[in-house]
């Protein structure tokens, strides 16, 4: 059985089947979430430098921030968006 990789900008990929929320870096407590994961070293950053537009959070603890919007990882993640900027 294949994996489904989740195209979140820049050439970066997740498996699909492990996302458990995208969400909005925008308040305080994400902010924190993303601190956090960072101190304990389950920060990814694929945003290249780039503002960080959402925050992928992984079954298994590890927080990927990523340029691109929530609402464009979740088309990807639904199947609808095959766009391949950013």
Known sequence: MPLELLH????N????????A????????MRRLVREAREQGKLLDASR????RAIV????G???VSALHPSTIARRL???GTDEGA
């Open 8 to 11: 979140i900008g820049f050439g």
């Open 13 to 20: 990929m997740v498996v699909a089947d492990r996302v458990v």
């Open 22 to 29: 995208i969400l909005a870096p925008d308040s305080l407590p």
């Open 49 to 52: 430098g780039r503002k960080v």
């Open 57 to 60: 959070v992984l079954d298994d």
């Open 62 to 64: 590890v927080v990927v």
């Open 78 to 80: 639904e199947g609808k």
